[in-house]
C-alpha cells in the first residue's frame, strides 16, 4: 500500500488531495503522515474478515462520508472484500465509487489454505468490482471489462516515485559482504516467490552474492538460505529505506512466480535505481527487465552472467 500511495502522489497533479481511511490502531510510517496532500482518517471497528470485513468497510464508508465530501472514494487494497463494502457504504450517495483490481486477483486462490473458498471469494465476490462507475487497473496485468459492466476501466501506468528511486540514492550498509557481483531480490521467502529457483541459481553462480530481503513465509527455504555461502536473508525495511537496497547492489532478480503481468515493483523501482533487472519470461516482463529467462536455474544464470560479466558470458 504504501508503494501504491507513493507512485499515486508523485504521478497525479499537485492540486489533488487524498484522504487515507485505516481501520485500525496500527502504527503508520512517518512519511505518510508526512506527505502534504495525503491525510490519514483513523475509524475504530471490530476486527473482521471475510465478509465481516464487508461489513466493515461498508459501516467506515458511511461514517466518513457523513462528515466528509470527497469527489469519489476509492478501493485500493483487499479487492475481494473492500471493493463490495466500498460499494454497500457508498449506495445512495452522489459520489462516485472507484475500485482497483489485477487479473491475478482471479487466479490466486490455487495456493490458498482453502482453495474452494478462495476461488468463490475471487471470482464470486470479487466480481463486485465491476459494480463501481470506474476500474482502475494496472498497465501490466490488468483487468478487463466483462459484457455486462457499465464502468469505465482507467489503466494506471505501472511507476515508482522517481524522485525517491534513484541511482544517486544512499547505498544500505551492510546489506553484501563483497563489492561486486551483488544480487538482489525482494519479495517473501517462499516458493511463489521462486526463491527455490534463487537458491538453484546462486549454486550455479558461487562467486556472485545473493541477498532476499523480505519476510521469512518458508522456514525450509531459509533453512536452505541459511545453509548456502552466497546467499544472505535480510528482514523487511521501511518504505523509505527501499531505494537504499538497489543502489548497495549490482543486479535486481526477480524470479516470482506470481506477479501482475509478469511485473514486479521490484523490478519498476530497480530500474529507477539504475540497475540491470532480469526477471522470468512471463507476460510484460521484457518491456521492464533488460534480459528475462525461462523458469529454469541454468537459463537465469546465463542471464545474470551476461550482465554482470559480459565478458566472461561470451
Known amino acids: 500500500m504504501e508503494a501504491y500511495l507513493d507512485s499515486l502522489l508523485y504521478r497525479t497533479a499537485a ?3 487524498f484522504e487515507l481511511l485505516v481501520v485500525s490502531d496500527c502504527d503508520l510510517p512517518t512519511w505518510l503522515g508526512n506527505a502534504t496532500r495525503l491525510t490519514v482518517e483513523r475509524y475504530k471497528a471490530p476486527t473482521a474478515s471475510g465478509t465481516g ?3 466493515t468497510t461498508a459501516e467506515v464508508v458511511r461514517r466518513h462520508l457523513r462528515s466528509h465530501e470527497p469527489v469519489e472514494i476509492r478501493q485500493i487494497t483487499q479487492p475481494r472484500w473492500h471493493a463490495p463494502g466500498v460499494l454497500l457504504g457508498a449506495a445512495g450517495s452522489d459520489v462516485d465509487v472507484c475500485t482497483r483490481a489485477s487479473d491475478s486477483l482471479f487466479g490466486e486462490y490455487r495456493q490458498a489454505p482453502s482453495p474452494a473458498r478462495a476461488w ?3 471470482n464470486v465476490l470479487g466480481q463486485s468490482i465491476y459494480l463501481s462507475d470506474r476500474v482502475f487497473t494496472p498497465k501490466y ?3 478487463t471489462l466483462p459484457w455486462w459492466t457499465r464502468a469505465s476501466l482507467v489503466v ?3 511507476t515508482v516515485n522517481e524522485e525517491r ?3 544517486e540514492a544512499k547505498p544500505c550498509e551492510g546489506l553484501f559482504d563483497g563489492e561486486k557481483n551483488r544480487v538482489l531480490t525482494v519479495g517473501r521467502v517462499s516458493r511463489r516467490k521462486g526463491i527455490d529457483l534463487l537458491l538453484a541459481v546462486a549454486r550455479r553462480l558461487d562467486d556472485y552474492e545473493f541477498t532476499v530481503v523480505g519476510p521469512a513465509d518458508e522456514e525450509t527455504l531459509v533453512a536452505e538460505m541459511d545453509a548456502a555461502s552466497n546467499v544472505h536473508h535480510h528482514p523487511p525495511v521501511e518504505y523509505v529505506e527501499m531505494p537504499g537496497l538497489y543502489t548497495a547492489s549490482d543486479l535486481v532478480l526477480s524470479v516470482s512466480r506470481l506477479e501482475w503481468g509478469g511485473v514486479s515493483r521490484a523490478m519498476l523501482e530497480g530500474k529507477a535505481a539504475g540497475r540491470p ?3 522470468l519470461d512471463r507476460e510484460s516482463a521484457s518491456n521492464v527487465a533488460d534480459i528475462v529467462a525461462p523458469a529454469e536455474p541454468p537459463a537465469i544464470a546465463d542471464a545474470v552472467r551476461s550482465q554482470l560479466d559480459p565478458e566472461g558470458y561470451r
Open 15 to 17: 492540486n489533488d488531495t
Open 53 to 55: 470485513l464487508v461489513r
Open 120 to 122: 468463490l471469494a475471487n
Open 141 to 143: 496485468g490488468g483487468v
Open 156 to 158: 494506471e501506468e505501472r
Open 165 to 167: 528511486f534513484t541511482p
Open 277 to 279: 533487472v532480469v526477471a
